[in-house]
């Protein structure tokens, strides 16, 4: 991740918090009494929600990018990745 000043961050955070509600809003949706879809086929019949696992790993992905950049906010760095060879001198 690229260094940001803390205005571009509170306006990421601002827009990852807009589109997180959207997601929420969408999953309700799916959740409520309209969301069950039905089908009947002959005498049987059918009913399951119509919820996309695609929502659920966005919401995920956004939360998780949200609270990165959070910590950024408060100071918290990202931890750096080291590699340490063993040697058998």
């Known amino acids: 991740m690229k260094i940001l000043t803390r205005p571009q961050i509170?306006?990421?955070?601002?827009?990852i918090n807009?589109?997180?509600e959207y997601y929420y809003t969408k999953e309700k949706e799916l959740l409520a009494a309209d969301g069950i879809q039905s089908y009947t086929i002959g005498s049987r019949t059918i009913s399951r929600y119509q919820y996309s696992s695609d929502i659920k790993e966005q919401i995920g992905k956004l939360e998780d990018e949200r609270d990165?950049?959070?910590n950024l906010l408060n100071g918290i760095k990202p931890r750096k990745a080291i590699a340490i060879v063993p040697r058998d001198w």
């Open 10 to 15: 509170v306006r990421r955070i601002e827009k």
């Open 18 to 20: 807009e589109r997180l």
């Open 68 to 70: 990165e950049l959070e």
